[in-house]
Nanobody, 125 residues
Framework: QVQLVESGGGSVQTGGSLTLSCEAS????????MGWFRQGPRQERVGVAA????????YYADSVKGRFTVSQDSAKNTLYLDMNSLKPDDTAMYYC??????????????????WGQGTQVTVSS
C-alpha cells in the first residue's frame, strides 16, 4: 500500500522560509509524477508544484514561481518543496500527492491517485 508522509510545516513570518518533505513508500513500480498541493480555509485544493520523477521536469503555479522549488531524492524516495519569500497568502494545508498514471496535467488534483495527510503552513504578517 502506497503511503505518503509529509513533514516540515510550521509557522513563519512574512518573508521567511520552510522546507516540506514527503517520504513515499509502498510503491511496486514507482510513481510517474509527484506534486504538492495546498488548501486554504474554505478553498479548493490547488496545485502548487510538481515533478516528473523520471526526467525531473518541474511544473509550478504562477503564484509560487520564483519562490518555491520542488525537488526529489530518488534514493530516499523523498519529495521536497523549498518555500522562500513566504506570504500570508501561502497559508494553507499542504499535501503531497503521487500518481502512476502517465496521462494527465501535473498540477491537476484529479491526476493524482495517492495523497498524504497534509502538513500545515502558517505565514503571519
Amino acid at each position: 500500500q502506497v503511503q505518503l508522509v509529509e513533514s516540515g510545516g510550521g509557522s513563519v513570518q512574512t518573508g521567511g522560509s520552510l522546507t516540506l518533505s514527503c517520504e513515499a513508500s509502498g510503491y511496486e513500480h514507482g510513481s510517474y509524477c509527484m506534486g504538492w498541493f495546498r488548501q486554504g480555509p474554505r478553498q479548493e485544493r490547488v496545485g502548487v508544484a510538481a515533478i516528473e520523477t523520471a526526467g525531473d521536469i518541474t511544473y509550478y503555479a504562477d503564484s509560487v514561481k520564483g519562490r518555491f522549488t520542488v525537488s526529489q531524492d530518488s534514493a530516499k524516495n523523498t519529495l521536497y518543496l523549498d518555500m522562500n519569500s513566504l506570504k500570508p497568502d501561502d497559508t494553507a494545508m499542504y499535501y503531497c500527492a503521487a500518481t502512476n498514471l502517465r496521462l494527465g496535467s501535473a498540477l491537476n488534483v484529479d491526476y493524482y491517485n495517492y495523497w498524504g495527510q497534509g502538513t500545515q503552513v502558517t505565514v503571519s504578517s
